[in-house]
């Protein structure tokens, strides 16, 4: 069953393309590893396949009630302790209890810990726990290894093998090798939205609408 | 819905979260004047229903641009977007919290604050209640100011310019009710105009401060 299905899709950062003609489809169990270099629109990519902004051209077709999205920030209130932070998602995605994520992502130590007191691995593991109390199949993870140790990325490359074998999907945007032999990788750097000088199609193409300028 | 507003309580109640600082503001507002204006009783009883709603006004501007800055700030914003909770309903929910935590304070000091300013007794019922009525509409169009100004660095300002304004018709209704009620006549006819205003802002500001963040989201 096709989870996710991105066709002819192009996205822009502030009014300009960035990358343009990308489709791929992601179905249960698999994993996607979008690489290229900084600038080549990965994260406004994956915000616009989270719905957080519409794709200028081409089409998402996803269940919007399906995708977890884990961006560059990770969405923790410091005064919060680690469990209420998690719970809070729990409750608001109205997934599992954060029992099992704090314990898959060897939080367990630290759950009555203010998130403020967290050192920025630590941090970024409560940011990915939290994609386990969602309950939603299809991740859409920016970054996630970002400040993470060597052994964390060990713990978080399980994580994703378990949610993958539990018919999960991911879709990720990451430099690191996570040893995910299963997971395909698609190459932005052939994507990159046509800037041929002045007169290129990225550079002349006025924006269709008010909605689109402002994308 | 339940989830997040709870949250929200909890985190305006611990360190840093700014309770009561509305409140504070509000009662030094309400002391400094009759430094300024004179201890004179008459003088301040007359003047004392304006000062105390323009007072409320003030102290509920002070804590808007926590509505959705702090959430924009450390991404939740995001998230929020993306979870199953409709973006109008979580824009209602942080209002709601927004009033819980400064309006709600600031209604049931006001009759204290009152006799600090030689309000007349009559009119302490009428401020009660037509503070009671205006404030959500403050809250509400706070959040709705809050959304066209997330993102920016320093908005604060901005926003207390766009919000102001908006505020005029509350101001206007919310204090004649109170003067009204202090002259010893009846108060219903803006305190009904009043309720109209707060009805209409808390029925149509939650999709605009929605639209708004959608936009800002991008």
Redesign the interface.
């Known amino acids: 069953m096709t989870r996710l299905s991105v066709r002819d899709l192009a996205v822009a950062r502030g009014g300009r393309r960035v990358a343009e003609g990308i489709g791929f489809d992601l179905d249960a169990g698999q994993a996607l590893i979008l690489r290229g270099p900084n600038g080549i629109g990965k994260t406004t990519l994956l915000?616009t396949v989270?719905?957080?902004?519409?794709p200028v051209q081409g089409t998402v077709t996803a269940d919007p009630?399906a995708?977890?999205?884990a961006?560059?920030?990770?969405?923790?209130?410091?005064?919060?302790t680690v469990a209420?932070n998690l719970a809070?998602?729990s409750?608001?995605?109205?997934g599992p209890g954060p029992g099992a994520a704090l314990a898959a992502l060897d939080l367990g130590r630290l759950s009555d810990r203010p998130a403020a007191m967290l050192s920025a691995g630590q941090k970024r593991r409560l940011g990915l726990a939290?994609l386990l109390v969602t309950g939603r199949p299809v991740w859409v993870l920016d970054e996630p290894t970002v400040s993470l140790d060597t052994a964390s990325v060990a713990l978080f490359a399980a994580v994703i093998r378990a949610h993958l074998g539990g018919g999960g999907s991911a879709l990720m945007a990451t430099h690191i090798d996570l040893a995910l032999p299963e997971a395909r990788v698609l190459d932005l750097g052939p994507h990159r939205a046509g800037d041929g000088g002045p007169t290129g199609p990225g550079r002349t193409r006025a924006p269709a609408g008010f909605d689109e300028a402002?994308? | 819905m339940i989830a997040l507003l709870m949250r929200d309580l909890r985190l305006a109640t611990r360190a840093g979260g700014g309770f009561g600082l509305g409140l504070a503001f509000f009662l030094i507002v309400c002391t400094l004047v009759p430094f300024g204006v004179g201890p004179e009783g008459g003088t301040l009883a007359r003047i004392a229903p304006g000062i105390l709603w323009v007072g409320a006004l003030l102290a509920c501007l002070l804590s808007l641009d926590r509505i959705f800055a702090l959430d924009w700030e450390d991404g939740s914003l995001d998230l929020l977007a993306t979870a199953p909770l409709p973006l109008e309903g979580a824009v209602l929910v942080k209002a709601a919290a927004h009033w819980i935590t400064t309006g709600l304070p600031l209604v049931l000091a006001a009759p204290v604050f009152g006799v600090l300013l030689h309000l007349p007794a009559a009119a302490q019922p009428w401020l009660l209640v037509s503070l009671g009525v205006g404030t959500p509409a403050l809250s509400m169009l706070g959040a709705f100011g809050a959304a066209i100004t997330v993102g920016l660095r320093r908005g604060g300002l901005l926003m207390s310019l766009l919000v102001l304004p908006l505020y005029v018709p509350t101001l206007i209704f919310g204090a004649e009710a109170v003067r009204r009620g202090a002259a010893g006549a009846d108060g219903a006819t803006p305190l009904v105009f009043l309720s109209g205003i707060t009805l209409a802002v808390l029925a149509t500001m939650p999709f605009a401060a929605a639209a708004a963040l959608r936009v800002n989201l991008r």
Not at chain 1, 71 to 80: N, W
């Open positions: 915000r989270a719905g957080l902004q519409p009630d995708i977890a999205y961006g560059h920030a990770d969405g923790l209130k410091s005064a919060l209420e809070f998602w409750q608001v995605f109205g939290r402002f994308a």
